[in-house]
C-alpha cells in the first residue's frame, strides 16, 4: 500500500492498482457492507477495512491523498492508527493553497436501535462522547475527547482493536477477522487481555472512538459539531452518515477561519505535521510515497 499527495479539492481516494488504477472515493454513497469493519464498494470494486487509514487522515488533519493498494483489504497493521500517524510523522504533510472546508452541523440528527444509540449535534470543534457496555471483563467504559483541544496521534491512535477468544472460530468460519492474530488484536480471555498489556487503562473504548472518527470520515470532510454514541459500532456509525447525507438541511459547508497569522501563511511542513489541535484554515496533503 502507498499513499500519495493529491490535489487540493481531491479528498481521500482509494486506487486498485491490480484493477487498472479503478478508483474509489471515500465517501458514504460508496459503503458497501458493514459487520466487523468498514468496506466500500463501486461498480463492484471492494475496499475492506478502511476505517484505521481514515481515521489517522482525519486525526492528523490530511484532506487530500490517493491511497494506493494491491488488493481489496488494507493492512491491519498493528490494530490501530498508530502505524499510519508515525509514518505521517516521518514523511511530513503539505498545506495547500485551498481554504478547508468543514462538515458543520446545524441541527440534531440521531439514529436508535434497541438499545443503541448515536446522534450528532451543533457545536464548536469535533467533540465525540462514547460509551460502551461489553461482557466482562470489558464492562462499562466512558470517554470523551475533543479533536480540536487534544492530540489525535497521543490519545486515540495507538488504541487496538479488540475482540474474545471466546468467538474466535465462529468469526473465522464466516470469514472475518482472517488478519487478526495476537499481533494485531487484543485478546481477551475471561480474566482479561491474553496477550497485555492495555495501552491505556481504557484502550477499549478508545478505539471505539478510532473506529467512529474514521467512518464518519466518509462524510468527506472533517465534521464540526459534537457526536455522542453509546453501544454503537461501524454499522450505527455509517448509518448516521447515509442519515446526514440525505438530510441537506442538518449541515452545511463552511470554510475555517484564519484565525492567526500563523494559520494565514500556512508554510509547508515538510518534515513533520501540521498540529492535528490547530484549527488550520488551509486543505493539506499526505507526502507518503513509499
Known sequence: ????????????????????NFEIPATGRNVAKVSYATSLMRQGVLISTTEHLLSALIGMGVDNVIVEL???????????????????LNV?????????????ILHAVEVREGKKFIGIYPGPGYRIEYAIDFPAPIGHEKACIDLAAETY????????????????????????????????????????????????????????ILDLIGDLALLG????????AERAGHAMHTALVSRLLKDRSAWELAHVPVETEA????????????????????ETSALMSA
Open 221 to 228: 470532510r472533517r465534521i464540526e459539531g459534537h457526536v455522542v
Open 153 to 208: 496521534g497521543a490519545k486515540i491512535a495507538a488504541a487496538r482493536t479488540f475482540g474474545y477468544k471466546a468467538d474466535e472460530q465462529r468469526l473465522r468460519d464466516m470469514g472475518l477477522i482472517r488478519g487478526a492474530s495476537t499481533e494485531s488484536t487484543i485478546v481477551l480471555g475471561p480474566n482479561g487481555p491474553e496477550n497485555g498489556p492495555l495501552r491505556f487503562p481504557d484502550e477499549y473504548v478508545r478505539h471505539k
Open 1 to 20: 500500500m502507498r499513499l500519495l499527495p493529491a490535489a487540493a479539492g481531491s479528498g481521500i481516494v482509494f486506487r486498485r492498482t491490480d484493477l487498472d
Open 70 to 88: 494491491d488488493n481489496l483489504e488494507l493492512p491491519i497493521l498493528d490494530g490501530s492508527a498508530l502505524p499510519y500517524v508515525q509514518a505521517f
Open 92 to 104: 511530513g504533510i503539505r498545506t495547500q493553497r485551498r481554504r478547508r472546508e468543514t462538515f458543520r
Open 263 to 282: 494559520a494565514e501563511a500556512a508554510p509547508d511542513h515538510a518534515d513533520g505535521v501540521l498540529p492535528a489541535t490547530l484549527p488550520v484554515a488551509v
